[in-house]
């Protein structure tokens, strides 16, 4: 497998580095190369090499970039970033029809079987009340956290999407609604990645948690989601799809 690493010299990039076979990574690009054991360039149109895909870790600007060069060379691109608007999901649906694309909040297997488990949760406990916290390290721009957005759609889809998102609460609010989904974020020192999601009842409280102890585990399921991907159809492909024949 070669692969082309975007965002190569930020710290999941660099992460991704260490955790990928020996000469994997044939190239990266970054907007601020820096030194690396393969070639970086400051734009895809630099690219020489021939790669199998795309893994791309760095941010949601540039995205059409990325996902033109994709288009052109016939290449997956692993989408793990998070921060995309409503136009950039349009963008990445429109070029889903041309290549296989894989999105997802989060890589870490742990998360995504949390994602079932608390959709199965939702299901069973009607009438309890959900909040979801999350928690990351200063330096994380978007708020919340795509996987804490991946958890609420799929505690909502256990309520059969009846439920609205609450973002954070402040001041004389009234009384908390019962189609109400809690969503909160903290930020502090160098967290690498902590989602709750805990569901109150009378009386009894259940919680379900994912603590990311390292970046390694963001990295490794970046690299297993880019070989799934190699000789898939075009189409939008998430961790549902890698985990298909686990589950």
Known sequence: ???????????MGKTVAEC?????????????????????????????????AVIDFSSASGLA???????K???????????????????????????????????S?????????????????????VEIIERH?????????????????????????????IYGRHGVIGARDKKEIGIHAVRGGSIVGEHEVMFAGTDEI????????SRKVFATGALKAAKCLIGKPAGLYDMNDMLAGIV
């Open 65 to 71: 970039e990325r996902l033109e060069y994709c288009a």
């Open 206 to 213: 259940i919680t379900l948690s994912h603590s990311a102890r």
């Open 20 to 52: 990928a076979e020996q000469n994997e990574i044939i190239c990266g690009v970054d907007l601020y190369p820096s030194p690396m054991p393969f070639p970086v360039y400051a734009s895809f149109s630099e690219i020489t090499e021939q790669a199998d």
């Open 109 to 129: 297997l742990g998360v995504n079987v949390l994602q079932l488990l608390v959709k199965k949760a939702a299901a069973i406990l009607e009438d309890f009340d």
């Open 137 to 165: 390290h200063n330096q994380k721009k978007d708020a919340p956290s795509g996987t804490a957005l991946m958890l609420a759609n799929s505690v909502n889809e256990g309520y059969e999407n009846s439920k609205e998102f």
């Open 73 to 107: 060379h016939k290449l997956p691109i692993v989408l793990a970033a998070t921060g995309y608007t409503a136009e950039d999901e349009e963008v990445i649906a429109k070029y889903a029809k041309k290549i296989a694309v894989f999105k997802t909040g989060n890589l």
């Open 1 to 11: 497998m070669k692969l082309i690493l975007c965002g190569a010299c930020g710290r």
